[in-house]
């Protein structure tokens, strides 16, 4: 297997908004980050991928870019962002920028002169269509409810947004638009970045026609995405993106694609097609999700978590590249979803961190991952800011007349607020985010949960977290070994090796409060073992053949 740095390497995700907030306004900015940045170096990571700073209007917290070549004033300037980069490059931390090019802000100058008139030279820039019998040009969802057409008085027609209608769909069948978003992407890489984590990439190519979607039981609106998730030409786009701009960089790329399977994940990740070095697949994170999408809350179950990792791990070996991770500025916090947030956060923390580091592929830690932060349980609706779940709320509760209280305990669960409460840095006011008001509420337990006690406790999920980084730095093994699943039908364990010549690793990891005993496959057999990391003591003359665990335990052994 190709040695990479960037398989080699452990992301972690700021979004900017909610990390630390230098000036006062009660929203996080870049020279809060640079402040900051002693920290990551301590914990040890690699890279930061940095979510959004470009200028927007914030219709949906910077992904909705009004100017690709500007910093949002909330955030600061080019020159605060230019220090960052050579800061973090100072520091040894690389630095990943969001490219949000499916879409772009209505208030960017090209769909503001898109909008004037059918002639305008821009008008071809966005994905435009004449209504059908008085309605919608087809019947697709908005990801964030309601139709994805929105009708302009101007021109008498329709403009596509998969999202918020304050982002309007670029379209990518039009040569001019990819070659703006190349040039826009070499202005970047130019002033030094390390690479892009691609917003929602496998949506560019949406297939010709826009056919009617399947409609949906109860719903006015259909889920269009098989005619625009992993479109007819979106392979042609990225090949052609990588010949143009990627391959002259030593960068590192990540696409995130919900609905790919392990088959399509091989197609953007196979270094022989030249496209991107990793994707973010959503499957376990869709695995708490029904039929009727996000929204329709069923529990997961240990087969189906042990069945989709186990799939993704086996079926891109060799091949392609995963991406790890459980949390992100999207996702609930792992530790109230996987895990236990009451009892034994600490512990459940430190096992989801095991579990997932020591798989093949490159981990993502999300800020306040490596502290343990839960979910958080606002009382009222009015405490929210996401507009995903703010029109979730509106559709469901002012439309479909469903109950408050009901529809809230949905948000606890899967809200993106859940990740989007400030980072809890210390224990004085607003956890030490910032010092005037922040834009959204800080979660309550920052008392107890916060970067000041973590640094100060050395059994805290944080140093555990830069164990499990250091690590990684230091055994082969866990980047480039081959992974193998045991105890396939067990309930409660989810334990799998890792084997590199003639080395193995055993993880074991305990997804329960209850204490089940490990039992070694005998086909596993060694001369000597070694334990890497433990988050409960453990005596090295323990029989690694059997074992009675502890409650959210986690081992990992170094065998030969």
């Given amino acids: 297997m190709e040695r990479k740095w960037w398989k080699e390497a452990v992301v972690y995700q700021i979004y900017p908004r909610s990390f630390k907030d230098a000036n006062g306004d009660g929203i996080g900015d870049i020279r809060g980050i640079i402040s900051k940045l002693d920290y990551l170096k301590e914990l040890g990571v690699d ?28 955030f600061g300037t080019m020159e605060d962002w230019e220090e960052m980069l050579e800061e973090m490059h100072k520091h040894g931390i690389k630095l990943v920028m969001d490219l949000v090019v499916n879409h772009t802000s209505d208030e ?38 309601g139709s994805a057409w929105e009708y302009d008085e101007t021109t008498g027609e329709y403009y596509l947004h998969l999202f918020s209608k304050k982002q309007p769909d670029l379209n990518w069948e039009n040569p001019k638009v990819r070659q703006e978003v190349y040039e826009m992407m070499k202005f970047w890489l130019d002033k030094g970045v390390d690479g892009f984590r691609m917003d929602v ?76 070095n990793m994707v973010f697949q959503f499957e376990h994170v869709g695995l708490d999700s029904g039929s009727g999408g996000k929204w329709d809350i069923k529990p997961w179950s240990l087969a189906d978590l042990k069945k989709t990792m186990t799939k993704w791990q086996k079926e ?155 690590l990684r730095k230091k055994h082969d093994i866990i980047v480039y070994g081959t992974y193998d699943l045991i105890l396939e039908d067990d309930p409660y364990i989810y334990a799998y090796t890792r084997t590199l010549g003639d080395e193995k690793l055993v993880v074991i990891t305990n997804f329960s409060g209850k204490t089940p005993v490990f039992l070694l496959p005998e086909e596993i057999t060694y001369t000597t073992k070694e334990l890497l990391i433990s988050n409960y003591e453990v005596s090295e003359e323990e029989d690694l053949r059997e074992i009675r665990l502890q409650s959210w335990e986690a081992r990992v052994y170094k065998i030969r």
């Avoid at 890279?47 to 470009?54: E, F, G, M, N, T």
């Avoid at 600490?346 to 997932?356: I, P």
């Fill in 108 to 145: 960017h100058p090209w769909f503001v002169e898109s909008r004037k008139s059918k002639d305008s030279p821009y008008r071809d820039y966005y994905i435009w269509r004449s209504g059908k019998d008085g309605k919608e040009p087809n019947n697709w969802e908005s990801a964030f409810s």
């Fill in 201 to 276: 990439i496998n949506m560019i190519s949406k297939v010709p026609g826009l056919p009617d979607g399947e409609p949906q039981e109860g719903k006015k609106y259909a889920s269009g995405s098989k005619y625009f998730m992993n479109g007819p030409r979106v392979h042609e786009f990225l090949q052609e993106m990588n010949r143009e701009v990627l391959s002259k960089y030593d960068i590192m790329t990540v696409g995130e694609t919900p609905g790919v399977t392990p088959a399509e994940g091989i197609l953007y990740t196979d270094p022989d097609r030249h496209e991107l």
């Fill in 47 to 74: 890279v930061v991928w940095l979510s959004p700073v470009y200028k927007s209007p914030n219709d949906d917290n910077g992904y909705d870019i009004s100017d690709y070549r500007e910093i949002m004033d909330e």
């Fill in 316 to 470: 891109l070996e060799g091949k392609g590249w995963n991406s790890l991770y459980l949390n992100n500025h999207d996702q609930p916090r792992a530790v109230s979803r996987f895990g236990d947030d009451g009892k034994y956060r600490v512990e459940s923390a430190k096992m989801l961190g095991t579990f997932l580091h020591m798989m093949q592929g490159t981990p993502y830690i999300y800020q306040g991952e490596e502290l343990g932060m839960t979910n958080v349980r606002f009382p009222s609706i009015e405490d929210y800011r996401d507009i995903e779940t703010l029109n979730m709320y509106k559709e469901r509760v002012g439309e479909y007349g469903e109950d408050p209280q009901q529809v809230l305990e949905k948000i606890y669960y899967k809200g993106r607020d859940n990740a989007r409460t400030p980072m809890q840095w210390d224990d004085s006011e607003h956890a030490g985010f910032t010092t005037g008001t922040p834009w959204i509420q800080v979660n309550p337990n920052y008392k107890e949960i916060n970067a000041k006690a973590a640094l100060e406790d050395p059994n805290s999920v944080f140093h555990y977290y830069r164990k499990l980084i250091q």
